[in-house]
């Protein structure tokens, strides 16, 4: 039925009107939208119908015809590169322990985070980069010993981190958590403990964050000094105008002194004229 229907649900329904319903049933259920169940009761409800309201419930949810049903996809999406449904891979980490004893670690680049990761520093320190990695899980552990030696554990924007170490004449950077994540980001814990050492946590930009914020910024001059270069010929525009119209004026108030003094004049010939008589 169409909207006209339903703007007058009390107005009568004609055997024609009835007749139409019966076809969209009948459609339906050659497409495989009703069983014959249900056919064969909305058929009934169709030929017992008197008004436009009680025709219109009966094909609410069937498409009319000439209505494009759009098409229902049976292929999973590929995840969107660099989102972090992709980057949280599962299985084994790529690396699962680090040492540094009067030296130092480092772990960075594209790596892959484990659910545990445990690495122990003794004079010495370490580095924990994580902006471009992937994670096993949507939460991970990082476990750190940090005796007379330091690590610095960097995560990416919208990770959610937790910090539950101790430290002894040490400490532990609290200074990230409590930054709302991102929806999807994993879960970072730092745990552990510091001896006259201490762990810290900083955010940090991915190289393809940097480029687009740099790519930001460089088109955001570019539109200032378009800006200003639209702003300078407005300018240079409504001086030029302003300079028009002041010689125009200018033109105007000569060209009435003129007719003024021809005027004059003309009065004076005449009065001299006059006088002559």
């Known amino acids: 039925m169409t909207d006209d229907a339903d703007a007058v649900p009390e107005l ?19 497409e495989g939208r009703l069983d014959m169940e249900e056919f064969e009761e909305r058929l009934e409800a169709t030929y017992k119908a008197r008004t436009y309201g009680e025709l219109t419930p009966i094909t609410r949810d069937l498409p009319a015809a000439g209505v494009v049903v759009p098409p229902i996809s049976l292929v999973k999406e590929p995840v969107a590169s660099g989102s972090w449904a992709s980057r949280i891979t599962g299985g084994e980490g790529s690396s699962t322990w680090a040492v540094a004893v009067m030296s130092g670690f480092q772990r960075k680049g594209r790596w892959t985070v484990p659910k545990q990761f445990n690495c122990f520093a003794f004079w010495g320190g370490g580095e924990i980069d994580l902006p471009e990695a992937n994670f096993a899980d949507h939460e991970v552990e990082i476990n750190c010993v940090a005796i007379m030696g330091g690590m610095n554990i960097i995560v990416p924007p919208g990770v959610e981190v937790v910090v539950r170490g101790i430290g002894i004449m040490g400490g532990f950077d609290h200074s990230e958590e409590g930054v709302p994540p991102e929806p999807g980001a994993p879960r970072v814990i730092v745990n552990g403990f510091a001896f006259w050492g201490g762990v810290g946590v900083e955010r940090k ?73």
């Not at 955001?220 to 000094?225: I, P």
């Not at 119209?245 to 006059?274: A, F, K, P, Q, S």
């Open 205 to 277: 930009l991915t190289k393809e964050e940097r480029r687009r914020l740099k790519e930001e910024r460089r088109q955001g001059k570019l539109d200032r000094k378009a800006s200003m270069r639209e702003l300078q010929e407005d300018y240079r525009e409504d001086m030029m105008d302003a300079h028009r119209r002041m010689l125009e004026g200018h033109r105007d108030l000569l060209r009435e002194r003129h007719e003024e003094r021809r005027e004059r004049h003309r009065e004076r010939r005449n009065r001299r004229r006059y006088d002559d008589y």
């Open 12 to 30: 009568r329904a004609s055997d024609a009107d009835r007749e139409r319903v019966a076809e969209v049933l009948r459609d339906a259920l050659a």
